[in-house]
């Protein structure tokens, strides 16, 4: 992403809309020291299975999303972000060391939320 659009593009126009909120994210202890290098291992592992766990349901949303598309070049954008999310996932299970399946899932609100709205707008 060039630095123009994170400014002014669409993620922009989304961060400014934000206000207080973005700043007290992006100044949380937890991104500090995960931007440092500081996170403790435990935490970063944590974080990134939870992270996994999220990708795959994010997937299967991106997946109902280029199901729906006509335009061959919007099913081309959509289909290689959905790869990128797919490629991700091997990289999150070498990092963390393990395999995120069997852990409990904390980000089960935030998956289904994600998938029951893009089936309910996709449909």
Not at 13 to 21: E, P, T, V, Y
Not at 35 to 62: E, I, M, N, S, V
Request: net charge neutral; hydrophobic share 45%; aromatic share 12%.
């Amino acid at each position: 992403m060039s630095l123009a659009l994170f400014e002014t593009g669409f993620y922009g126009r989304l961060r400014q809309q934000a206000g207080d909120h973005w700043h007290a994210y992006v100044s949380h202890d937890f991104v500090q020291q995960l931007g440092q290098g500081q996170l403790a291992p435990a935490a970063f592992r944590h974080y990134l299975t939870q992270d996994y766990l999220f990708l795959l349901h994010f997937a299967r949303a991106y997946g109902l999303l280029v199901s729906k598309l006509q335009d061959p070049a919007a099913l081309r954008a959509a289909t290689a972000s959905l790869n990128a999310i797919v490629n991700e996932l091997p990289l999150h299970v070498a990092y963390s060391g393990e395999s995120a399946k069997p852990l409990k899932q904390s980000t089960t609100p935030v998956t289904c939320w994600t998938s029951a709205t893009a089936e309910m707008r996709l449909s």
